[in-house]
């Protein structure tokens, strides 16, 4: 009954290749994310789905596609890996609150490792 | 100016004591303030959100806001060795809905 859940956990692959990492939510958010955390452990977002809507996408490769079938899902496509692309990926949800922000839960993460 | 900053660490205190971790941000509109903890190797928890000026308390941790200052800090007192993690300090701007700045995280030690 995990509440935001990602798979896989672990992803080698070599450089060139496309992957895609899955994320879903059981907690009837109605927006996800998708964050980027370096070897720093910087936090950064790169997507954000509102009802199935893109409403943040912030400078990102276009290589990177997000698509949200419902609301419940958040897939994260990437083409043609590069080296740099090797960090960890969260998933994360939260139910949006008029005019406010509420707390977002993340996934268990996605180690990706481009080699 | 970076949107969020947190004092670089590594922070490390004995068993028992006060850790004293510490925000500023850039934007003056700023409206919610979260704190996340990360354990090496898992996804960030939220530990406590503050939205208005003052001290919101909860259990060991106290959250501190001060708009005016654009300075939001995380106190734990009874610091144990269980709360050694990287903590994340978190701003929403309240104009991108959902959208939130993070810093860069203070690395916390506590030695029993």
């Known amino acids: 009954d995990t509440a935001v859940s990602q798979t896989p956990k672990y992803l080698v692959t070599q450089m060139g290749n496309d992957k895609s990492i899955k994320c879903e939510q059981n907690?009837?958010?109605?927006?996800m994310y998708w964050y980027k955390q370096d070897s720093k452990k910087f936090l950064k977002i790169m997507f954000s789905y509102n009802n199935k809507e893109l409403i943040i996408n912030e400078t990102v490769p276009n290589r990177f596609s997000p698509k949200s079938p419902d609301k419940a899902h958040l897939n994260l496509h990437i083409n043609s890996l590069e080296l740099g692309d090797s960090a960890v990926y969260f998933c994360?949800?939260?139910?949006?609150?008029?005019?406010?922000?509420?707390?977002?839960?993340f996934g268990p993460g996605t180690r990706l490792t481009v080699l | 100016q970076k949107e969020v900053e947190q004092n670089s660490g590594p922070l490390s205190v004995p068993e028992g004591a006060i850790a004293s971790l510490n925000c500023t941000y850039s934007?003056?509109?700023?409206?919610?303030f979260f704190w996340y903890r990360q354990y090496s190797g898992k996804s960030p928890e939220l530990i406590m959100f503050i939205y208005s000026n003052g001290d919101k308390e909860d259990g060991r941790f106290t959250a501190q806001l001060n708009k005016a200052s654009q300075y939001v800090s995380l106190l734990i007192r009874d610091s144990q060795p269980s709360d050694s993690a990287t903590y994340l300090c978190a701003v929403s701007r309240g104009s991108t809905l959902g959208r939130l700045y993070f810093g860069r995280g203070t690395q916390l030690t506590v030695w029993p």
């Open positions: 994360a949800s939260s139910q949006i609150l008029a005019g406010a922000t509420d707390t977002q839960y």
């Open positions: 934007d003056r509109g700023s409206q919610s």
């Open positions: 907690l009837g958010h109605d927006t």
